[in-house]
């Protein structure tokens, strides 16, 4: 294959533990592709990195239009709102790897399985924590449990860490808009952070209030393990901040988001407040994953749970090992979960000083 690999968002939150990752595994030339010339040549010559930067707008076609001619992997470390660059990447038979959370990117990705396959070309979806630990620790649970009934995912996210402009576009996103899922063979409407599970994390954690949420795991989980009923849910680890966040809900706040001015001023008190938290709070995130199913004919429930800290951090070590294989021949072709190539045990041999893994 073509040997560079571009990181689009190379110099942001995520992208700059993927660039300093890829820099240990490999030898590969690195290039690092976003708007910001200055963001990125500073990142360049603050790490002391022999990497280039090329400048483009991946909604902007003619920005990267004939330049790519030596990219043989493509990282997305942004959220893009729609799947153009993906495409363009594809007919150029250029490997590809998404992190976005978003269920709309994701479904619209896996519907060119099929282009991917014809040109010989790997897209791997679902690169990360939330979704990527999470599901694929959901995989190993399962393994126990003959016949799956119910499966929950409660993330608790730590607001003292790096909250980048994706991440608040993608959260606010989510609590504007209510979502459908089918739950029990029925398609109801749910909405964001209002339904109450109270979950129970490992003992460091213990038990929170965790709130309804549409995370990525749902589709993937539902699809990759065939799964009905998969629910997932979201808190962060402050309490004070998982019940306002459930309270402006109740109250319809979010609804005003679809006037763009108040959107705006909100993103904005938003990113302020996340500002203010990283400063006192700590970035201790955590998954629990709760599986219910029936084994020779009895009741059963297995769960198990990850927590770490630095949640940007491991999600770069996480796309980079991935890009890694990808890049030493990892024989596959269409797009892919990246719970449907690895298992948990790759990234815990890993990288697993970065975080604890308990079953129960």
Known sequence: MRKDILIIGGYGDVGKYVVEELNLLTSTNLVIGGRSEKKALQFIND????????????????????????????IMCLSPRDI???????????HYIDISPSNQILGDLFR?????????????????????LSTLLAKEICKQI?????????????????????????LLNNLEHDFYWNQNNKNSRIVPFMNRRITFFPSAIKKRSTFSFNLADQQIITKTLLHNNVSTY?????????????????????????YPMIHSMIFSVTQFLLNITKLFLSDTYAIQVDVSGISN???MH?????????????TGKIIAYTAFQVTNGLNRNGVYYLSELFNLADFE???GKLFSITYN
């Open 47 to 74: 790490n002391r990195y022999s990497i280039s930067f090329l400048p483009l707008d991946i909604y902007e076609i003619t920005s990267y239009q004939g330049k790519l001619d030596n990219i043989g992997l493509v």
């Open 84 to 94: 153009s660059f993906a495409e363009y990447c594809m007919k150029k038979k250029i």
């Open 112 to 132: 060119l399985n099929s282009e991917y396959q014809r040109r010989n070309t790997i897209c791997i979806l679902g690169v990360g924590i939330t979704p990527g």
């Open 146 to 170: 003959e016949i799956p009934t119910q499966t929950d995912i409660s993330l608790m996210l730590g607001l003292g860490e790096e909250h980048g402009s994706d991440g608040i576009k993608w």
């Open 234 to 258: 979201l808190c962060y680890n402050s309490k004070t901040f998982t019940w306002l966040v459930h309270f402006f809900k109740k109250f319809r706040f979010f609804r005003l988001l679809k």
């Open 297 to 299: 004919n009895i009741m």
């Open 302 to 314: 297995r769960s198990g749970s990850i927590i770490g800290r630095n949640n940007p951090r491991l």
């Open 349 to 351: 041999k890993q990288y």
